[in-house]
């Protein structure tokens, strides 16, 4: 499960971030995950609790917002969903497609309270 790497990686970055804002917590981490991110959302939420435990971000909200994977067709121009990366224009059946949405991994905000 990469995924409490992951939530370690965030907490660290969010900590660092706040601490440097003279919070004294955070109370909402607020994040885009788009579905071709390799990232597994309610993973995510299940092990950020334990890799915020004793840093400013214990008992904050954590805010996931999932973004659709979407591809353009490179010889039609054909805007479509897609599940995985690679895939075949579904209108001309071309394999010159782009992801032009989906492999987002962005903190959006913080939410700090003031420390002491």
């Known amino acids: ?3 409490m ?10 900590d660092a971030q706040a601490r440097v804002e003279g919070a004294g ?3 909402r ?4 995950i788009g579905r ?13 609790p334990a ?3 004793g840093t400013l971000a214990e008992g904050a909200e954590l805010d996931i917002e999932e973004i659709a994977a979407v591809a353009v067709c490179g ?9 995985f990366p690679v895939a075949e224009c ?4 071309s394999l010159r497609i782009s992801v032009v949405s989906g492999e987002e991994f962005v903190i959006r905000s913080i939410t700090i309270e003031e420390g002491d």
């Open 25 to 27: 917590r955070i109370s």
């Open 75 to 83: 010889a039609c121009g054909f805007r479509f969903s897609v599940t």
């Open 5 to 14: 790497s992951i939530a370690l990686s965030i907490v660290d970055a969010v």
């Open 51 to 53: 890799a915020a435990t």
């Open 36 to 48: 071709l991110a390799g990232i597994e959302p309610e993973s995510l939420r299940f092990c950020f």
């Open 29 to 32: 981490v607020e994040l885009v």
């Open 90 to 93: 579904p209108e001309c059946r």
């Open 1 to 3: 499960m990469h995924e």
